[in-house]
């Protein structure tokens, strides 16, 4: 029978092509056909040339060329060669194999500064002695560090650990990676606070990395920041915002925060202290009081810097406490804004304002206007408020014996003059009998 030389084991990496080739000798007599058997036993079949495979056969050799290897090809090939009283045969055990096979969990990992990360690579199908061949990659710089180690364990994350990073190791049929993205997401404003002046315009400086939106906050509540007209900038590309014409209103804590997808990054806070003439405040523009009672009216105010002077103008006029023993005026002063009236007389109605004055300028209250009221006895036992107005209706038989209702007003009843206003009131009822009122 013919001689069939080469038997043995072949190695072959995935995805490429493997080569099994046999040579023939002392056939007697000659050969008469070559073929190629895969795998053994019952499940063996006979291989035609096309498609996965090319067979090339002569006299003296064939030549069996597996295509792009898969692990499913990885079997016992055999050739046979074929003369008139037996065959010949020569086996090759083809194995396939492929570098090692990893992942990194994530292709993203976001954090903030300050936070730590673990990026975990996963390595398979490498030999006992991978170790030696692993290693990681920041962009393309080589980390020391972590030679061997499957864990890139970053604690208290700074911005200069944001990149790239790439877990590499190989085996004896060629190396292989995964990579992964870092984002570090940073807001910070350098100052903790400011004092700037009212109407004056001020840019607040932040500075934000790794997020695609900017979100400033005053007092935790979110700024809208469409009106163009009081603020500028607050966008990616400039970060800062600027305040324009500051009033009052916008003095407090500001915070700055970039994110994103579901991480935020927050800057510590920024006070700002705004300068301005004393808000000053009235809880009612019109109050009433009683004659001979005593009086409080209150003021508040909003002032910085703090208030150098507090008090109360009664008519445009400046009103002192009083120093005797029993004191008209009490209060209006910068450790007591309210103003308190002892003793309320008629001649306390009028009109006060609270001011208050600091080293920017001077704070007015709107116009409080007070009412001091009281009882008076007219004809019929008539009771009559003075500043209010009077309205009083009766039904009598006048002249023509008919009954008929008149009304009879007058406007604000006031001292001196309410004894002759009430009688003026009074002469118009002649004919109205008592019962009727």
Same mark, same amino acid.
């Given at each position: 029978?013919?001689?069939?030389?080469?038997?043995?084991?072949?190695?072959?990496?995935?995805?490429? *092509?493997?080569?099994?080739? =046999?040579?023939?000798?002392?056939?007697?007599?000659?050969? %008469?056909?070559?073929? /190629?058997?895969?795998?053994?036993?019952?499940? %063996?079949?006979?291989?035609?040339?096309?498609?996965? +495979?090319?067979?090339?056969?002569?006299?003296?050799?064939t030549t069996l060329r597996v295509k792009s290897v898969t692990i499913s090809n990885a079997d016992i090939y055999t050739c046979v060669a074929v003369n008139k009283f037996s065959e010949g045969t020569g086996?090759?055990?083809?194995?396939?194999?492929?570098?090692?096979?990893?992942?990194?969990?994530? @292709?993203? #990992? &976001?954090?903030?500064?300050?936070?730590?990360?673990?990026?975990?690579?996963?390595?398979?199908?490498?030999?006992?002695?991978?170790?030696?061949?692993? +290693? /990681?990659?920041?962009?393309?710089?080589r980390i020391i560090n972590y030679k061997y180690n499957?864990?890139?364990?970053?604690?208290?994350?700074?911005?200069? *650990?944001?990149?790239? +990073?790439?877990?590499?190791?190989?085996?004896? #049929?060629?190396?292989?990676?995964?990579?992964?993205?870092?984002?570090v997401l940073t807001a910070s404003i350098g100052e903790l606070f400011q004092e700037v002046t009212?109407? *004056?315009?001020?840019? &607040?400086?932040?500075?934000?990395?790794?997020? @695609?939106?900017?979100? /400033?906050?005053?007092n935790a509540k979110e700024l809208k920041l469409d009106d163009l007209h009081i603020y500028d900038g607050a966008s990616v590309d400039d970060s800062s915002l600027e305040i324009k014409t500051i009033s009052h209103l916008d003095r407090g804590n500001y915070t700055c925060e970039t994110t994103y997808k579901s991480v935020t990054a927050k800057s510590t806070i920024f006070q700002l202290l705004v300068k301005d003439i004393p808000l000053v405040s009235l809880p009612t523009e019109i109050k009433e009081v009683t004659k001979g009672s005593d009086t409080l009216l209150d003021c508040s105010y909003d002032s910085y810097p703090d208030p150098t002077n507090v008090f109360w103008k009664k008519d445009d006029n400046i009103i002192k406490s009083s120093n005797?023993?029993?004191?008209?005026?009490?209060?209006?002063?910068?450790?007591?804004?309210?103003?308190?009236?002892?003793?309320?007389?008629?001649?306390?109605?009028?009109n006060y304002v609270c001011v208050v004055e600091n080293s920017i300028g001077t704070g007015y209250s709107k116009i409080l206007e007070l009412i001091i009221t009281g009882l008076i006895k007219g004809r019929n036992q008539l009771l009559l408020t003075t500043n209010r107005?009077?309205?009083?209706? =009766?039904? =009598?038989?006048?002249?023509?014996?008919?009954?008929?209702?008149?009304?009879?007003?007058?406007?604000k009843i006031s001292q001196p003059n309410a004894t002759k206003q009430i009688a003026g009131i009074l002469s118009a009822t002649e004919g109205c009998p008592d019962s009727t009122w």
């Open positions: 029978r013919p001689k069939v030389h080469k038997e043995g084991k072949i190695e072959t990496t995935l995805g490429s *092509d493997a080569t099994l080739k =046999c040579y023939f000798s002392e056939s007697h007599p000659s050969i %008469q056909s070559i073929i /190629w058997r895969k795998g053994t036993g019952a499940a %063996q079949i006979v291989l035609v040339d096309g498609g996965k +495979y090319v067979i090339q056969k002569n006299v003296y050799s086996s090759f055990s083809l194995s396939v194999g492929s570098p090692p096979l990893i992942n990194i969990s994530q @292709d993203l #990992y &976001i954090i903030k500064a300050g936070d730590n990360v673990n990026i975990s690579c996963v390595i398979r199908n490498v030999p006992e002695i991978y170790q030696s061949t692993m +290693y /990681w990659n920041k962009g393309l710089h499957p864990f890139m364990i970053i604690t208290i994350a700074k911005l200069v *650990d944001a990149g790239n +990073y790439s877990c590499h190791v190989r085996n004896k #049929y060629g190396p292989a990676s995964d990579s992964a993205e870092l984002k009212a109407n *004056d315009s001020y840019t &607040i400086r932040c500075n934000v990395s790794g997020g @695609d939106q900017v979100i /400033w906050r005053k005797t023993f029993r004191r008209t005026y009490n209060g209006s002063s910068v450790e007591m804004s309210v103003l308190v009236l002892h003793d309320t007389k008629q001649s306390d109605a009028g107005y009077f309205k009083q209706k =009766c039904k =009598c038989n006048i002249n023509t014996k008919r009954h008929e209702e008149k009304t009879l007003q007058r406007k």
